[in-house]
């Protein structure tokens, strides 16, 4: 088997005159201009050693670090363009968040299927790597949100059998080397300290040789050629153990931390001083955290070995914080003390970036995909906050990053960070009980409660694991957090999920041409002549492929047309369409033979009505981001003839009066009369003027996207639409409800089912007005007084209840004493609650209560026993109910049971004194 050697054996290197080293500690290969070094340079082999110095010419803030970079690729020929969302999952459906700047071109640019904005290109892309977050604050080095500068270019061989969107080479390995030479040259850079790790890379399917750019300590930069595929007859085995080949397509995917060139231009103790200064420098203040120059000169000694805090590298962080001061010559104890609420307030400004960038690009907290990590985050973040006892509201800390992050829709941000605060509340006040019954399960065990057991808590209630921990002390449980605790909790919910792709593709259809669709060239056109290409047996009639048709097939919540096919011989029901690799398949209740001539007639009723939702649907969607907000954004939607209903993503339930304000606006687009227009721009013309707001329904694919405009609303949709918005009538929203925390369902009716629900609403309110004897208008008085007086009635019952049990309490009781203890024996036919209520106004005077009733053909028993009485009244119902064929148990003061047997009863409650001795006695 071949491997990747020869790869990184470059013309630019040996230009140079590198020499490539075998590394003294990891044994890592790498390249270097200084022939005496030993080690790669990279922590643990060696550790930071620009912590004190400016290692560039002068320092940089964030903003010049990334000015400079773009700069000196737009100087190399390279077109800058403008970032995409952390929330990778609005261009994409393979993965949530973007971890990469090369994630805003997977996986159709890479793949060759449509051309990049531009080639070559740089970019700074904000992201946010899931993964991370428990390095966050201890490594020195590691931040969940991060922007990552990179340069890209997208290569096709000359000898490429297929057709791809781009074509030529544009450059490759010797030039981004020599590219990244360049930029450390032009920031005054040592360039004999640079050192480039051979690191071959394995991702999603590809791979590549890779090279990890270290320089004093830090890795700056990862540059990727990414040219191989996964192959089971490949010559290169790669480090997943799978084999590989070259493919026609090859692209440079660089990265470069923004971050981390920052902090070596300044050379601050750790990244979080050289990105966040003012916040961390605010929380500090809040925190009441305030070092003297020792402290501070330990700080800065530690922050030079901080690297070796990486949960990837290190045995355990326990372990990692010995080594650390043993080789500061510090107690451990002293350390931690001093590092970990430094730790947790360089983990708080980092995560409230973290936040600023999710709730800033509208992601909004849920309990599934980027909404759950998002919650995730801010729970945890807010965790730290009261541990480190920041005295300064969260709303405002993730303000601060996003007032500096330069987002509008800060008003929104905070809002969503206070409504998730009072949920987080809740969650905790439920969970906290849930924690104590598992503590006390495994209080006596010898076995810790398992990270198992950790991690559903924390994802079904919302309990931190140190939480955990305070609770489980009271009771002699142990709790051992795993140190990637957040890092296993995030790999649970960091993935988009995969529908099989191609799995259970038919074969039977992979040979047909692509059926010509004509429903998208006239939306009103019901008739058309085709040719029957081929016919399938089906389990309940046939499939039918047609060259031509005007049926709409299921897609993008709309149900498919019905109708007919008609030759001179037959007449086909049409009873379902399907999409199925771009050949249509119409599902007939007969053959209509293999090459005959046909004349399609969709239902025009039913596809008027489809019609009519479908844009009703984009109307809603528009006039609720009108009403509630821009961070509105679809999460699924489904039309049929007599309603359609629209979820959507938002942090709040909608109130009554946003209801009724969004269906006033959608009701004026209506009645404005737009014209609803199509067209086929190039994907990343319609990207760059609507931003991916386009793709509210889903991601088609292909290079030229359909786009539906409705007034000011513009969206990519395959669906079928009325030609202007008048033609709806009316939108008429039926219901609201929460499907899901964090998803509102509007369920409205469009055209003639607008009316039809009108109506269906006018009948009740009438029927209710005649029940009531009222008019119509006076039916929501009448209802409240009503409701009204039967609450007043029903507390008027519950006090004559009260009395009555305290009257039957005192007369007709046989009352009896039991080593002491008065015991009354009663039997009174009523319902269970009065047998309840007359057996605590017993146990209030002292005594004991049996109590038995035949109410409702059924023997019911009652026992109330006052605190010290010694008996126990399960034990004592348990007694009595096995004597009328049945059974009862509960607490030992009040418990309750029966059986069926009825004509047992009053022998039982004869009985019960003697029951009650042998459970005294017991």
Same mark, same amino acid.
């Given at each position: 088997?071949?491997?990747?050697?020869?790869?990184?054996?470059?013309?630019?290197?040996?230009?140079?005159?590198?020499?490539?080293?075998?590394?003294?500690?990891?044994?890592?290969?790498?390249?270097?201009?200084?022939?005496?070094?030993?080690?790669?340079?990279?922590?643990?082999?060696?550790?930071?050693?620009?912590?004190?110095?400016?290692?560039?010419?002068?320092?940089?803030?964030?903003?010049?670090?990334?000015?400079?970079?773009?700069?000196?690729?737009?100087?190399?020929?390279?077109?800058?363009?403008?970032?995409?969302?952390?929330?990778?999952?609005?261009?994409?459906?393979?993965?949530?968040?973007?971890?990469?700047?090369?994630?805003?071109?997977?996986?159709?640019?890479?793949?060759?299927?449509?051309?990049?904005?531009?080639?070559?290109?740089?970019?700074?892309?904000?992201?946010?790597?899931?993964?991370?977050?428990?390095?966050?604050?201890?490594?020195?080095?590691?931040?969940?949100?991060?922007?990552?500068?990179?340069?890209?270019?997208?290569?096709?061989?000359?000898?490429?059998?297929?057709?791809?969107?781009?074509?030529?080479?544009?450059?490759? @390995?010797?030039?981004?080397?020599?590219?990244?030479?360049?930029?450390?040259?032009?920031?005054?850079?040592?360039?004999?300290?640079?050192?480039?790790?051979?690191?071959?890379?394995?991702?999603?399917?590809?791979?590549?040789?890779?090279?990890?750019?270290?320089?004093?300590?830090?890795?700056?930069?990862?540059?990727?050629?990414?040219?191989?595929?996964?192959?089971?007859?490949?010559?290169?085995?790669?480090?997943?153990?799978?084999?590989?080949?070259?493919?026609?397509?090859?692209?440079?995917?660089?990265?470069?931390?923004?971050?981390?060139?920052?902090?070596?231009?300044?050379?601050?103790?750790?990244?979080?001083?050289?990105?966040?200064?003012?916040?961390?420098?605010?929380?500090?203040?809040?925190?009441?955290?305030?070092?003297?120059?020792?402290?501070?000169?330990?700080?800065?000694?530690?922050?030079?070995?901080?690297?070796?805090?990486?949960?990837?590298?290190?045995?355990?962080?326990?372990?990692?914080?010995?080594?650390?001061?043993?080789?500061?010559?510090?107690?451990?104890?002293?350390?931690?003390?001093?590092?970990?609420?430094?730790?947790? *307030?360089?983990?708080?400004?980092?995560?409230?970036?973290?936040?600023?960038?999710?709730?800033?690009?509208?992601?909004?907290?849920?309990?599934?995909?980027?909404?759950?990590?998002?919650?995730?985050?801010?729970?945890?973040?807010?965790?730290?906050?009261?541990?480190?006892?920041?005295?300064?509201?969260?709303?405002?800390? !993730?303000?601060?990053?996003?007032?500096?992050?330069?987002?509008?829709?800060?008003?929104?941000?905070?809002?969503?960070?206070?409504?998730?605060?009072?949920?987080?509340?809740?969650?905790?006040?439920?969970?906290?009980? @849930?924690?104590?019954?598992?503590?006390?399960?495994?209080?006596?065990?010898?076995?810790?409660?398992?990270?198992?057991?950790?991690?559903?808590?924390?994802?079904?209630?919302?309990?931190?694991?140190?939480?955990?921990?305070?609770?489980?002390?009271?009771?002699?449980?142990?709790?051992?957090?795993?140190?990637?605790?957040?890092?296993?909790?995030?790999?649970?919910?960091?993935?988009?999920?995969?529908?099989?792709?191609?799995?259970?593709?038919?074969?039977?259809?992979?040979?047909?041409?692509?059926?010509?669709?004509?429903?998208?060239?006239?939306?009103?056109?019901?008739?058309?002549?085709? !040719?029957?290409?081929?016919?399938?047996?089906?389990?309940?009639?046939?499939?039918?492929?047609?060259?031509?048709?005007?049926?709409?097939?299921?897609?993008?919540?709309?149900?498919?047309?019905?109708?007919?096919?008609?030759?001179?011989?037959?007449?086909?029901?049409?009873?379902?369409?399907?999409?199925?690799?771009?050949?249509?398949?119409?599902?007939?209740?007969?053959?209509?033979? @293999?090459?005959?001539?046909?004349?399609?007639?969709?239902?025009?009723?039913?596809?008027?009505?489809?019609?009519?939702?479908?844009?009703?649907?984009?109307?809603?969607?528009?006039?609720?981001?009108?009403?509630?907000?821009?961070? *509105?954004?679809?999460?699924?939607?489904?039309?049929?003839?007599?309603?359609?209903?629209?979820?959507?993503?938002?942090?709040?339930?909608?109130?009554?009066?946003?209801?009724?304000?969004?269906?006033?606006?959608?009701?004026?687009?209506?009645?404005?009369?737009?014209?609803?227009?199509?067209?086929?721009?190039?994907?990343?013309?319609?990207?760059?003027?609507?931003?991916?707001?386009?793709?509210?329904?889903?991601?088609?694919?292909?290079?030229?996207?359909?786009?539906?405009?409705?007034?000011?609303?513009?969206?990519?949709?395959?669906?079928?639409?009325?030609?202007?918005?008048?033609?709806?009538?009316?939108?008429?929203?039926?219901?609201?409800?929460?499907?899901?925390?964090?998803?509102?369902?509007?369920?409205?009716?469009?055209?003639?089912?607008?009316?039809?629900?009108?109506?269906?609403?006018?009948?009740?309110?009438?029927?209710?007005?005649?029940?009531?004897?009222?008019?119509?208008?006076?039916?929501?008085?009448?209802?409240?007084?009503?409701?009204?007086?039967?609450?007043?009635?029903?507390?008027?019952?519950?006090?004559? @209840?009260?009395?009555?049990?305290?009257?039957?309490?005192?007369?007709?009781?046989?009352?009896?004493?039991?080593?002491?203890?008065?015991?009354?024996?009663?039997?009174?036919?009523?319902?269970?609650?009065?047998?309840?209520?007359?057996?605590?106004?017993?146990?209030?005077?002292?005594?004991?209560?049996?109590?038995?009733?035949?109410?409702?053909?059924?023997?019911?028993?009652?026992?109330?026993?006052?605190?010290?009485?010694?008996?126990?009244?399960?034990?004592?119902?348990?007694?009595?109910?096995?004597?009328?064929?049945?059974?009862?148990?509960?607490?030992?003061?009040?418990?309750?049971?029966?059986?069926?047997?009825?004509?047992?009863?009053?022998?039982?409650?004869?009985?019960?004194?003697?029951?009650?001795?042998?459970?005294?006695?017991?």
């Amino acid at each position: 088997m071949s491997d990747l050697e020869a790869e990184y054996r470059l013309d630019y290197f040996a230009e140079e005159d590198f020499a490539r080293k075998e590394c003294s500690s990891c044994g890592a290969h790498f390249w270097t201009r200084d022939h005496d070094r030993e080690r790669c340079g990279e922590p643990p082999c060696e550790d930071y050693r620009f912590i004190g110095e400016e290692s560039f010419a002068e320092p940089q803030s964030l903003e010049e670090m990334r000015e400079a970079f773009l700069s000196y690729f737009e100087d190399n020929d390279h077109e800058r363009i403008d970032p995409y969302p952390v929330a990778a999952n609005r261009w994409r459906d393979d993965v949530l968040l973007t971890q990469a700047s090369i994630y805003d071109f997977q996986p159709l640019v890479t793949s060759g299927q449509t051309p990049p904005p531009a080639n070559p290109l740089c970019i700074s892309q904000p992201c946010i790597r899931m993964q991370d977050i428990d390095n966050v604050g201890k490594t020195g080095r590691h931040t969940m949100a991060f922007e990552m500068m990179g340069h890209h270019a997208f290569n096709v061989r000359e000898d490429a059998d297929e057709e791809y969107a781009y074509e030529g080479e544009v450059y490759w @390995k010797d030039e981004t080397v020599e590219f990244c030479d360049g930029l450390f040259e032009s920031l005054g850079a040592d360039l004999e300290e640079i050192t480039y790790i051979e690191d071959p890379w394995v991702g999603g399917g590809n791979a590549g040789p890779a090279i990890e750019v270290i320089y004093k300590g830090a890795e700056l930069a990862t540059l990727v050629f990414m040219c191989m595929e996964q192959d089971p007859d490949g010559d290169y085995e790669m480090k997943d153990g799978n084999t590989y080949s070259f493919m026609d397509t090859y692209v440079v995917d660089t990265g470069y931390g923004l971050e981390r060139w920052t902090w070596m231009s300044q050379g601050t103790p750790t990244v979080y001083e050289a990105v966040y200064p003012e916040m961390i420098s605010v929380l500090k203040d809040h925190a009441g955290i305030d070092h003297t120059d020792d402290e501070a000169e330990l700080i800065h000694r530690t922050a030079k070995l901080a690297g070796r805090m990486d949960i990837d590298e290190a045995d355990d962080m326990a372990t990692a914080r010995r080594e650390i001061a043993d080789r500061l010559d510090v107690d451990v104890e002293k350390l931690t003390t001093l590092m970990e609420p430094l730790e947790d *307030i360089y983990a708080i400004a980092d995560h409230c970036r973290a936040l600023a960038y999710m709730f800033g690009d509208e992601i909004v907290p849920s309990n599934v995909g980027t909404g759950y990590l998002a919650r995730m985050v801010l729970r945890r973040t807010k965790r730290l906050v009261d541990n480190v006892g920041i005295d300064a509201p969260l709303d405002e800390l !993730v303000d601060m990053q996003a007032e500096r992050l330069g987002y509008e829709n800060r008003d929104t941000i905070r809002e969503i960070v206070r409504t998730e605060e009072a949920k987080y509340r809740e969650t905790l006040e439920r969970g906290g009980r @849930k924690v104590e019954q598992l503590a006390a399960e495994y209080a006596d065990s010898d076995e810790p409660i398992p990270t198992e057991q950790l991690l559903e808590l924390y994802d079904s209630h919302g309990i931190q694991p140190d939480m955990v921990a305070e609770i489980a002390a009271d009771t002699d449980a142990t709790v051992e957090v795993p140190d990637d605790f957040y890092s296993l909790v995030a790999a649970r919910h960091d993935d988009a999920g995969d529908d099989g792709g191609d799995a259970d593709r038919d074969e039977r259809f992979a040979d047909l041409p692509e059926t010509e669709k004509l429903y998208y060239d006239n939306q009103e056109r019901t008739e058309f002549e085709a !040719v029957v290409i081929d016919v399938f047996e089906a389990e309940d009639g046939y499939d039918v492929v047609l060259d031509q048709t005007m049926f709409y097939p299921e897609g993008g919540g709309q149900p498919a047309d019905h109708g007919t096919l008609s030759s001179d011989e037959t007449v086909a029901e049409v009873t379902d369409v399907q999409l199925v690799d771009d050949v249509v398949l119409h599902r007939t209740d007969s053959d209509p033979g @293999k090459g005959e001539f046909v004349r399609g007639q969709i239902d025009a009723d039913r596809r008027r009505q489809l019609m009519a939702h479908h844009t009703a649907t984009h109307i809603i969607g528009h006039a609720t981001r009108q009403v509630v907000g821009d961070h *509105i954004r679809q999460a699924g939607a489904q039309k049929s003839t007599d309603s359609a209903r629209l979820d959507v993503r938002h942090y709040d339930r909608l109130s009554r009066e946003e209801i009724k304000q969004i269906e006033r606006v959608a009701n004026e687009m209506v009645r404005a009369n737009h014209s609803v227009s199509q067209e086929w721009p190039h994907r990343n013309d319609a990207e760059a003027e609507y931003g991916f707001d386009l793709y509210q329904g889903g991601i088609p694919p292909g290079t030229n996207i359909r786009l539906i405009h409705v007034g000011d609303d513009v969206q990519a949709c395959g669906g079928t639409h009325v030609s202007r918005t008048g033609e709806i009538g009316a939108i008429k929203i039926r219901s609201t409800e929460p499907v899901q925390d964090g998803i509102e369902r509007i369920t409205f009716a469009a055209g003639e089912a607008a009316i039809e629900t009108t109506q269906a609403t006018e009948d009740a309110l009438y029927e209710a007005a005649d029940v009531l004897d009222v008019n119509p208008e006076d039916v929501p008085d009448t209802a409240e007084r009503f409701f009204t007086e039967w609450k007043q009635r029903g507390k008027e019952l519950d006090r004559l @209840k009260d009395e009555l049990a305290e009257v039957r309490a005192t007369a007709g009781a046989d009352e009896v004493e039991i080593d002491g203890q008065s015991v009354v024996v009663q039997r009174l036919d009523s319902d269970i609650d009065e047998l309840r209520a007359t057996a605590n106004a017993l146990v209030e005077e002292g005594s004991v209560a049996v109590l038995g009733s035949g109410a409702g053909n059924s023997a019911q028993f009652v026992v109330g026993v006052p605190d010290d009485a010694g008996i126990n009244a399960g034990e004592v119902v348990g007694e009595l109910a096995g004597r009328v064929g049945g059974g009862g148990g509960g607490p030992p003061d009040f418990a309750q049971g029966g059986g069926p047997d009825v004509e047992a009863l009053d022998d039982a409650l004869d009985d019960a004194p003697e029951i009650l001795r042998g459970v005294l006695n017991a």
